[in-house]
């Protein structure tokens, strides 16, 4: 195949008035993303201006869309590599500059571990975490109520009353807190990867490291990225089963919404994706909080099922490994155990902003099966590589690593780069790991386990290692396989979709370098274009310019004690859920073309719903209209304590679709209408659904142990902020639990409720 008929990217071979006319673009552009994110313009404004089309495109007008027919560019599909440039969308920037940074010249720094505060309800925290919001006024900040003075707000933004309370507060009390802050970009002054200096390529953690994507790049501007802490590397949660965790998020960005360097949103909601909670601590869309607030999120850390299954706690394959080495057993189902998750801002309407500049963190989960120790040997640890140094007998990181995969783009300054007006997705030019450049990694010949996710905003990742050498794929999402699967090469890793693979180093030998290889090329953000082979990748021909290596391993010494981990042939065996009737069936369309009904209840107070917007994208449900979102309007409510059997299916137009379920994983029943089409590698329980172009998904999941309000929605985050997301919501019919619940409105003043605008004829 030929890989010169791109033209997504612009060459740097391009020529330079090509390049000036692209730059050009690119500001223009950002000045209207700059007023749409301060919300200076709306997406109805854009349309009638003729800034973009009805349907979301980026109108074809030059010197706002570099790849509009004009002298400099063809207006065919010719390929970049001279220049010319196709009619197709673009990112619309010139090449990212690299500053004269050679790949592979820094060091991977490992995860941010953070600190574990004791005692959370008796001191650990102030104020204390309670079950009902904390109510107590503050003054508000002018900015976030338009000037006015003298108006005051609570001090935390989770909505009030029973209601939104806590579930489980008191047979869940918080053990153990974490305390973070959204900020704006700092440098890091208190650096604990938990793992000694050797094991992290030498890195010295009292050495304070600035917001820099690579050393030799700038430093990034205050408001330029908005990371946990306002810092890197990216931050990391470690949670054991049976151990509740409170964590309480500061908002502390500019309460000036212009205050954000052209791009994201000042408000937040906190996603721990795919935590088994009640729905106040799910991160809802629509449940966000200002700058000023914190937001106390209980995880209780349960196995899902504990109220039906093994309610005494005997089995101690549902278990917590305790800091003797031992088992602490818990209620639930063992094999609903999970281990890889992730949290990230959910904010409605503007979360691939928000994601995309850096409000996305990584949580280890333990359990006595994957305890994160490999020399204990008790029966039931599976002894994933992980080392055992830390003397805590759990959640030892010495090999075991956390991976954050994205790709990144810079402004000719340096500064991080977005295009919001790239509506079937935005793709970056750079790729980094764990918030760096192209960095190396070195290893012990032996095997390690690495945690990968996907955190791009719209990209599709596919690997291999560069020699063509086997790895070991031992989970998929948050949750272990049933059995192990090994892969020369990785199946496509959708956005938010986190991948667990062990690589045995010791086949290599000291000196040795090896390297991690993405195949997947992208032509635009609708999906990857083509699958290559490892030789085509690293020849250099694709004309996306994060096709090929992207983490350099070096193999640098033995280990200094034996390796005693292991990969078992058997791993976490699904549930059985023969025996569960299945109470219900029904059907979502992820597509285009949505429309975006008034409200029932008082179309005067809102032209789009309370939480509603039109946009590009949009969701059927059981056959009905395709609707853009309305985080008022309830579309499925499945009871509490049933489960059901759902169809996802792709409408069309050559997109993929990775869809996330809130709440609760699933199993694949069918691919495509058969079980056949389902591969080894799929058969664990999932979160995020690859529908493929005109494909679809059958899966089966129970809605249990919590109740509230949830969504489901497209997770290339560009189509979900345009509108490709559903609230649905589990009940039991009684307080609090109204049927059905009334929408959270937020305001910097507190929290309002209203009824939903919408109620699908077949919902309930």
């Not at 050009?24 to 209207?32: G, L, P, S």
């Not at 994110?37 to 109108?59: D, F, M, N, P, Y």
Request: charged share 15%; aromatic share 10%; glycine share 10%.
């Amino acid at each position: 195949m030929s890989h010169n008929e791109d033209g997504f990217f612009l060459s740097e071979k391009a020529s330079k008035a090509r390049l000036r006319e692209a730059e050009n673009a690119r500001k223009n552009r950002a000045e209207i993303v700059k007023a749409f994110s301060q919300g200076k313009v709306t997406r109805r404004e854009l349309v009638k201006w003729g800034l973009i089309t009805s349907g979301g495109l980026l109108a074809p007008i030059h010197g706002l869309n570099p790849f509009v027919n004009s002298a400099l560019a063809s207006t065919g599909s010719g390929g970049n590599t001279a220049g010319n440039i196709g009619t197709g969308i673009p990112t619309g920037a010139p090449p990212s500059p690299t500053f004269g940074v050679q790949p592979f010249s820094t060091p991977m720094p490992r995860f941010d571990v953070a600190k574990r505060i004791p005692n959370p309800l008796t001191g650990g925290l102030t104020p204390v975490p309670q079950a009902e919001a904390n109510q107590t006024q503050q003054p508000l900040d002018p900015a976030l109520v338009n000037g006015q003075t003298g108006l005051t707000g609570p001090v935390e933004g989770r909505p009030g009353g029973p209601i939104w309370a806590h579930q489980g507060f008191g047979d869940h009390a918080p053990q153990v807190g974490f305390e973070c802050t959204q900020a704006q970009a700092t440098t890091n002054t208190t650096y604990n990867p938990a793992v000694a200096s050797n094991l992290n390529s030498g890195i010295d953690p009292t050495t304070p490291i600035p917001l820099k994507f690579h050393p030799g790049f700038p430093t990034q501007n205050p408001n330029s990225v908005w990371t946990f802490n306002g810092t890197i590397p990216p931050y990391l949660v470690q949670g054991r089963y049976g151990e509740p965790i409170l964590l309480r998020h500061h908002n502390r960005l500019p309460a000036d919404v212009t205050q954000n360097n052209g791009f994201e949103r000042n408000t937040i909601s906190t996603h721990e994706h795919n935590g088994h909670h009640g729905a106040e601590n799910d991160g809802f869309t629509g449940a966000f909080f200002f700058p000023n607030q914190f937001y106390d999120y209980h995880w209780p850390i349960v196995l899902a099922g504990f109220r039906s299954v093994n309610t005494t706690a005997t089995d101690p394959r549902a278990g917590s490994p305790a800091d003797n080495g031992g088992i602490n057993k818990v209620p639930g189902d063992w094999r609903e155990t999970m281990s890889t998750h992730w949290f990230h801002d959910h904010m409605f309407s503007f979360t691939s902003q928000n994601v995309y500049k850096g409000n996305a963190a990584m949580f280890n989960l333990y359990s006595s099966l994957d305890r994160g120790d490999e020399t204990v040997n008790d029966g039931v640890n599976l002894r994933l590589p992980s080392g055992s140094s830390n003397g805590k007998g759990w959640g030892n990181l010495d090999y075991d690593v956390n991976l954050m995969f994205n790709e990144k783009a810079f402004d000719a300054s340096g500064q991080l780069f977005m295009d919001i007006f790239q509506f079937d997705g935005f793709l970056g030019d750079l790729m980094c790991v764990n918030l760096t450049y192209k960095p190396f990694f070195e290893v012990e010949r032996r095997k390690y386990r690495f945690r990968i996710l996907n955190a791009s905003v719209s990209r599709f990742f596919k690997y291999g290692l560069s020699d063509g050498s086997p790895m070991i794929q031992i989970a998929n999402d948050g949750n272990l396989l049933p059995t192990p699967v090994v892969q020369a090469i990785s199946d496509e890793q959708g956005i938010a979709e986190r991948y667990d693979w062990v690589i045995d180093f010791s086949r290599y030998s000291i000196g040795d370098k090896v390297w991690m290889v993405n195949t997947a090329e992208h032509k635009d953000g609708k999906k990857p274009s083509a699958d290559l082979t490892i030789a085509q990748a690293l020849s250099g021909q694709s004309t996306d310019p994060c096709v090929g290596k992207f983490l350099e391993f070096r193999i640098v010494r033995n280990p200094a004690t034996p390796d005693v981990s292991q990969v078992p042939s058997v791993l976490i065996p699904n549930p059985d859920l023969s025996s569960i009737p299945v109470a219900r069936q029904r059907t979502f369309t992820f597509g285009s073309g949505a429309s975006q009904p008034l409200p029932a209840s008082d179309p005067a107070a809102f032209t789009t719903g309370a939480g509603g917007f039109k946009g590009q994208w949009g969701v059927s449900t059981d056959n009905g209209p395709m609707l853009n979102a309305s985080f008022g309007r309830l579309s499925a409510a499945p009871r509490f304590g049933t489960r059901e059997v759902w169809t996802l299916q792709n409408g069309g137009g050559g997109w993929d679709h990775p869809i996330h379920i809130h709440f609760e994983e699933g199993q694949i029943l069918a691919r495509n209408g058969s079980a056949a089409n389902v591969p080894a590698w799929e058969k664990g329980r999932k979160d995020v659904y690859r529908l493929r172009p005109g494909g679809s998904v059958t899966l089966t999941m129970q809605f249990r142990d919590w109740g509230g309000m949830f969504m489901e929605h497209c997770h290339n985050t560009v189509h979900e902020d345009n509108a490709m997301l559903v609230r649905w919501e589990i009940d039991d019919g009684g307080a609090p639990f109204l049927r059905p619940l009334p929408t959270p409105i937020a305001t910097p003043q507190g929290v309002t409720f209203v009824q939903p605008d919408n109620i699908a004829p077949t919902a309930l």
